[in-house]
């Protein structure tokens, strides 16, 4: 079994915190609209926009990545999705709440795209499988951990500082990553970003449509991001 190096082991750990964010903010998601008073079907209908979000974005994104490597991209991201998290809660009309979650979806996919294009950049052919297997444990961990948190927040905090701390998380993960990985290597993102892209576009789509749909009733891990 292949010892992790210091790069991979840095992306995994800003994977985590991003997973946090994720996983706080869905867990608080349909118990801030159900306290506002959208109804079932309408907390239901914003996954459409989330979707629609990822889906425009997955193979632009490729580009974007060829344009200005994949650790800037990855680190805007994430920035991005954080303002989002942290936005959602001043959002009160449905349309204010479609327009961030269309956004959301943007980053969502961007992070996802960015940050496995970086990963497989880095990993030798050999172990590539290995590698994204534990990519995608560090997020799931943070699905995991990020309702539990959420949910012991909010018993002392506003819902609303609830949705701040995920967003602090998917902040700190932009910064450690902007800091702590190295620029990507020249040409490293020449080929294999539309692939990744395309992935995106067909299944990280539906996975994260499936997660967002428990938005109208309990809350659901998803171990794809």
């Not at 701040?164 to 490293?188: H, Q």
């Amino acid at each position: 079994m292949k010892k992790v190096g210091p790069q991979l082991s840095r992306l995994y750990q800003g994977t985590f915190l991003f997973g946090l964010a994720c996983g706080s903010s869905i867990a608080l998601t349909s118990l801030y609209l159900d306290g506002k008073g959208f109804s079932k079907e309408q907390i239901g209908t914003l996954a459409l926009f989330f979707a629609a979000g990822l889906v425009l974005f997955a193979l632009p994104v490729g580009v974007i990545l060829r344009r200005f490597s994949g650790k800037r991209t990855l680190t805007v991201m994430l920035l991005g999705y954080a303002f989002c998290v942290g936005a959602f809660p001043f959002m009160d009309s449905y349309s204010s709440i479609a327009g961030i979650r269309f956004l959301d979806g943007v980053f969502s996919v961007g992070v996802w795209v960015s940050s496995e294009t970086l990963l497989l950049s880095r990993a030798d052919k050999e172990h590539k499988a290995y590698l994204t297997s534990l990519y995608a444990v560090w997020l799931a961990s943070g699905y995991v951990v990020g309702p539990l948190l959420a949910m012991g927040i909010v018993k002392v905090l506003p819902i609303e500082h609830a949705f701040l701390i995920a967003g602090a998380f998917g902040l700190i993960s932009s910064l450690y990553l902007g800091l702590r990985l190295p620029p990507d290597a020249p040409g490293a993102h020449a080929h294999g970003t539309d692939s990744v892209a395309a992935d995106a576009s067909n299944g990280d789509a539906a996975e994260h449509g499936a997660v967002e749909s428990s938005a109208a009733g309990k809350p659901q891990l998803s171990a794809a991001s």
